[in-house]
């Protein structure tokens, strides 16, 4: 039950702290800022880890930790850059096709074979991307940089996902999760010394770091309790569709207009992305 309940519940918390992300920007917060803050909130919420999971020592296990950490640096600095510019609503759906870039990166390497299932994905991930791309001809150019992107952000956070599926147990989580968010927090003097967010975006700012660091910390401990990585990521692939409905409510540019588009979009998207976990 908890490998269904949890990853519901992150899914919809992954939304809500990507608006109050992107809140905070709208409210003129840098992107660098915003970036600092969640980070640093991201590896504070990775320290009850030491103490739940045990960890073990392996040098090879260590350096995957730390090339995830690298990818996983970049990978939110794009997916900032791409919520900076673009509706809620078209970034976090294509946020999720990372793991639909893992299974393409596996068969491009050669670790799998190209399946039906895979080619039926990836058919339903491309209907998908063109219907979200429905929107304000006056924002296109914008769009279309977001979605680019939430595109690089997606196939950095694959090889995060790459290395944590392959090296997380041989570190063990209660390591291998704080060597990677400690590699993040490392990278973070990369970003300068960005101005401290007006006193207007600070509440979205820490209220959203907050609730993105606690989700991430509830999905990852709830796959090393449960062992069920595949149903867990699944099911958190919902937050497609909980980012499409808080676009709405919040009153996003073109969530109202091009709901049915943005909505089925999603659907489509978050369907390629079971088809290519379902075993």
């Known amino acids: 039950m908890i490998a269904v309940i949890v990853p519901i519940c992150a899914a919809c918390l992954y939304s809500l702290g990507s ?7 709208d409210r003129k917060a840098s992107s660098w800022r915003v970036l600092l803050v969640s980070n640093i909130v991201l590896a504070l919420w990775a320290i009850p880890l030491l103490f739940v999971f045990p960890g073990r020592w392996d040098f090879s296990g260590f350096i995957a930790a730390l090339v995830a950490g690298a990818a996983l640096f970049a990978g939110r600095v794009f997916s900032v850059k791409a919520l900076e510019i673009g509706d809620l609503s078209v970034v976090v759906p294509l946020l999720g096709m990372k793991t639909l870039c893992v299974a393409i990166g596996s068969i491009l390497v050669g670790a799998s074979a190209i399946s039906v299932k895979l080619v039926v994905a990836a058919a339903l991930a491309s209907a998908g991307v063109a219907l979200l791309q429905r929107g304000p001809k006056t924002a296109a150019r914008a769009m279309r940089k977001a979605m680019l992107f939430a595109l690089f952000s997606s196939i950095l956070f694959a090889v995060t996902d790459v290395a944590v599926q392959g090296y997380a147990k041989t570190l063990g989580i209660g390591l291998f999760q704080p060597v990677m968010l400690g590699t993040v927090c490392l990278l973070l003097p990369l970003l300068g010394r960005p ?5 207007g975006a600070r509440k979205p700012l820490l209220a959203g770091s907050a609730v993105m660091g606690f989700q991430t910390t509830l999905v990852i401990m709830t796959i090393g309790l449960t062992g069920q990585a ?4 699944i099911i958190y692939s919902t937050r497609s569709l909980w980012s499409v409905a808080v676009d709405r409510l919040t009153g996003g540019k073109g969530a ?3 709901l049915l588009q943005r909505s089925l979009g999603a659907l489509l998207l978050t369907a390629a992305v079971i088809l290519a976990l379902w075993r």
Not at 19 to 25: E, V
């Open 19 to 25: 608006f109050g992300m992107k809140r905070a920007m």
């Open 256 to 258: 109202k207009e091009f």
């Open 195 to 199: 101005a401290p967010a007006p006193p």
């Open 230 to 233: 595949t149903l867990v990521n």
